[in-house]
């Protein structure tokens, strides 16, 4: 049995439905409502001690890391598989994935925080309430990042520097998809589920220069495939709770 705790809008969380879609695989659903913190919540942080979405529990097992996540679903349910053969182009997928996870998620994250009104959250919020917000965060890296960001902001530099390195791994993925369909080979890889919902997010920050295809024609028809596969739908079709 698969419990996969998520939210509907979260970019990790996409991740793992679109890989569970294409694997065509029945799995319970549970959001953890990341409006309202019930990440932080001590129940759920005892599933995931670092208090984010998404978790996969498979009958008692519990996994956290949504790239890691990918992996095991590959690894026990082989059928239509999402990873290459070939050893070196397994490599690859994999420093694809750790890129995407260390350089464009935290880079996009410094943009959403802005872009996508979360500081919004904390703006009511009385000096007292905002110093427990951060006590609230299950690790000192989330601690020491949301009090420096409550603090001090996201400058026009950081923003500006966070954009730039997304540029960098746009332009290396319209390099390697010169001459493919897909990052990996001729097939969707763990790779293309572990970038697609950050190209939306993109769009929904309103990063305009990032998602003008005519710079880069390559990306712009590979996510068009991308978004016309059952998979992607199937992850996409997921809303807020009404
Ligand atoms: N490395 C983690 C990152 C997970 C992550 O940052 N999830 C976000 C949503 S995409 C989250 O739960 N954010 C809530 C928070 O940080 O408080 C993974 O890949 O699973």
Not at 47 to 67: A, M, Q, W
Not at 176 to 188: E, F, I, K, S, V
């Amino acid at each position: 049995m698969l419990k996969l705790y998520h939210w509907w809008s979260s970019t990790c969380s996409r991740r793992v439905r679109i890989a569970l879609a294409a694997k065509q695989l029945s799995w319970e659903s549970a959001y953890v409502d990341l409006s309202k913190f019930e990440n932080l919540e001590p129940g759920y942080v005892a599933l995931n001690p670092n208090g984010v979405v998404p978790t996969l529990v498979h009958d008692d097992r519990i996994l956290i890391e949504s790239n890691f996540i990918l992996e095991y679903l590959d690894d026990v349910w082989p059928e239509t598989p999402l990873r290459p053969e070939d050893p070196y182009e397994r490599a690859r997928m994999r420093i694809w994935m750790d890129r995407f996870e260390h350089v464009l998620h935290r880079n996009v994250n410094v943009i959403s925080f802005i872009r996508q009104g979360r500081y919004k959250r904390y703006e009511h919020l009385s000096e007292e309430e905002r110093e427990a917000a951060v006590r609230k965060q299950p690790t000192e890296e989330k601690r020491a990042l949301l009090a420096d960001r409550l603090r001090n902001g996201i400058s026009e530099e950081q923003m500006a520097y966070a954009e730039a390195r997304l540029a960098e791994i746009l332009d290396d993925v319209e390099e390697t998809l010169a001459d493919r369909p897909w990052l990996n080979g001729d097939r969707m890889s763990l790779a293309d589920c572990s970038i697609a919902p950050f190209i939306e997010r993109f769009e929904a920050n309103g990063l305009e220069r990032l998602v003008d295809w005519n710079t880069r024609p390559a990306v712009g028809a590979w996510w068009a495939r991308l978004q016309a596969t059952q998979a992607f739908r199937t992850a996409y079709s997921f809303k807020a709770p009404q």
